[in-house]
């Protein structure tokens, strides 16, 4: 690889680190005055958004080690808005869903939420954003097809 391009790939990822970084603080702290961290938001969005899951799937669905799973699902469950089923077809598949004290609570701040992202990201037009997340997705699906 060129110096130039080595630079301008340098370049490129330390702006996506930054940019990540950055935008990350602000959904973090949207979170946090939630009383939550980010994983256990993930998981309830997670549960909202697509309904009960196994618990053997949610850790590829949030980024997360499956072993974590369990813990955060317990966390959310002494919280009482998520809860643990089992399967009718298969015992051995237990499946993670909503409570309904925590669909009311996700309910209630997802919206808020969405304007904490919103402000993040408000740097960009509309159409920078369309353009930014086509060629985010491109990244990172390459990157991902090509990690050995």
């Known amino acids: 690889m060129t110096d130039s391009k ?7 990822y330390i702006a ?29 969005e997670l549960l909202y958004h697509k309904g009960p899951q196994p ?35 298969d015992r051995r598949l237990i499946y993670a869903e909503l409570t309904d004290e925590g669909k009311a609570f996700i309910e209630a701040v997802f ?9 993040a990201v408000a740097g960009l037009t509309p159409e920078e954003k369309e353009v930014a997340g086509t060629l985010l997705k491109k990244l990172g699906k390459f990157a991902q097809e090509h990690y050995k």
């Open 16 to 44: 996506l680190s930054r940019a990540s970084q950055w935008v990350n603080a602000h959904a973090d702290r949207d979170i946090r005055s939630r009383g939550l961290n980010r994983t256990e938001f993930g998981v309830l």
């Open 111 to 119: 919206p808020e939420h969405e304007q904490a992202i919103e402000a």
């Open 55 to 89: 618990l053997q799937q949610i850790g590829g669905k949030v980024l997360m080690s499956s072993g974590n799973i369990t813990y955060v699902v317990d966390k959310l469950e002494q919280k009482h808005m998520v809860r643990r089923r089992a399967s009718t077809e």
């Open 6 to 12: 080595q630079k301008d790939s340098l370049k490129l």
